[in-house]
């Protein structure tokens, strides 16, 4: 404690020094100011709200050297943390605002995208990781499952808004955007485990193939979907099924509650070794099925938005000091090239095909295959990975996945807000046109 020792003012007798920790917490308080004005000034902007925190981070660390190097590689596990706490948040929001009922043609789309977009992209990004980049066979394939997936967090801009009580409320491209961001980064965790796996033991199946296909792939899906339902169940009752109007959680409504559902979800599956970011978004669901249309929903999503954002926020400023701090320092050209593929042609050419026969419209297809937004989540998972095995690629693999989440943030973010906004223009024109009775957004374009 002496080192932060002060005097009877409060202030440190070294009035010459500056101290890291206040500069951090002027800094947090700026970024938290920040994440509540932003929405508002950038809702018709062709700019996004990580764009702008990305873009800070960069600043104020390469311009105020007394701040500490965020290193993801030197600060692993904190890095791990602080991403998973962000992704888990931004799955439970994401859960609780999809108002469409869980049903095999109603979820068509993300079917198609989980089953048939994921795998292939993590296919060819670790085709193109071992073949073009030189990465060895464990490196490679945790490329291509850390990058694979829609993120939650920063996809908010192509994503549902608040949750109503109207099924069929939600234009395909936003809820199928929305619904594959909850599901695929738990799908992709058992290839970051394979990845993980091959790096400990090596490239021989038999060391690694049994335990793999049993437990990380089997038990651990298994168990992420039948802990969320339980538990989503049990809350479900807690809040709406209970005979005493008076007694039910719902009726108070605080919405930090929705912090203790997340983390309840997501600690006790992980407890029995289950993936707790399946969990957490199918107690979500769960619970928003079992009373669709109650009022407490948008009182929990609006609580947990807030929360997302303040971490999200930091999440981003970090990886903005993270890369003036000389993250992206070990690229070569071809890994430049292979990031603007991944966001360019990877996701967008592969996204489409899954999606040819859906039913849907050509321009709605092109929007949910465009935008596979990168971020927090590929953050999560390369930290996970380099902390449970030894990638000697490592740093490679860090400055890749920044850039990779860097394009997707500049390419995506400059995008949203005017494709989005030109599309539902269309789609209203559309409905005008064909005189739909029907409710617009489910007009396809």
């Known amino acids: 404690m002496g080192e932060r020792s002060t005097g009877a003012s409060g202030h440190s007798p070294h009035h010459d020094q500056v101290d890291p920790f206040d500069l951090l917490y002027a800094a947090a308080g700026a970024a938290a100011l920040l994440a509540a004005l932003l929405p508002i000034a950038l809702r018709r902007l062709p700019f996004s709200m990580p764009m702008v925190f990305v873009s800070l981070g960069v600043a104020a660390f390469a311009f105020i050297p007394d701040l500490p190097t965020p290193d993801p590689l030197r600060f692993g596990t904190e890095t791990e943390h602080l991403s998973e706490a962000t992704v888990i948040i931004a799955l439970f929001g994401a859960g609780l605002a999809l108002d469409r009922p869980v049903g095999w043609r109603r979820w068509a789309s993300t079917w198609r995208l989980l089953g048939l977009a994921m795998p292939l992209t993590i296919g060819v ?17 945790l490329l291509g499952a850390a990058v694979a997936p829609t993120d939650p967090v920063l996809a908010s ?6 949750p109503t009580d109207e099924e069929d409320s939600e234009d395909e491209p936003r809820f199928a955007l929305t619904s594959e961001a909850g599901l695929n980064d738990a799908l992709a965790f058992p290839f970051v485990n394979a990845a993980v796996a091959i790096a400990a033991g090596g490239l021989s199946p038999g060391g690694w193939l049994g335990e793999w296909l049993a437990v990380d792939v089997v038990w651990r899906l298994a168990a992420g979907v039948g802990v969320g339902i339980g538990v989503g169940r049990a809350l479900a009752w807690l809040f709406f099924g209970r005979r005493r109007r008076a007694g039910r959680l719902a009726e108070r409504s605080e919405g930090f509650v929705a912090l203790a559902l997340t983390f309840v979800a997501y600690g006790v599956t992980e407890l029995v070794q289950g993936y707790g970011f399946l969990a957490v978004f199918v107690c ?3 619970i928003r099925a079992a009373e669709r249309d109650h009022g407490y929903h948008g009182v929990m999503h609006e609580f947990i938005e807030q929360v997302e954002r303040l971490l999200t926020a930091g999440v981003l400023v970090l ?16 890994d430049v090239v292979v990031a603007a593929v991944v966001i360019l042609l990877v996701r967008p050419i592969i996204g489409w095909l899954s999606l040819l026969g859906d039913g849907g419209g050509r321009l709605d297809r092109v929007v949910i295959s465009f935008f596979g937004v990168r971020g927090i989540g590929s953050v999560f998972y390369l930290a996970y990975a380099t902390g449970h095995a030894r990638f000697p690629e490592a740093a490679r693999l860090w400055a890749l996945v920044g850039l990779i989440i860097l394009f997707s943030v500049v390419v995506h973010g400059v995008s949203a807000t005017p494709v989005m906004r030109r599309i539902d223009r269309l789609r209203q024109r559309r409905a005008e046109a064909v005189g739909e009775e029907r409710d617009v957004q489910q007009v396809p374009v």
């Open 284 to 286: 979500a669901v769960t």
């Open 125 to 141: 990004i670790a085709w193109l990781g071992g073949a073009f980049l030189g990465l060895g066979v464990a490196a490679a394939l």
């Open 319 to 334: 990886l903005g000091g993270s890369i003036a701090r000389g993250l992206l320092g070990p690229l070569q050209l071809r």
């Open 157 to 162: 801009d192509v994503q549902v808004g608040e």
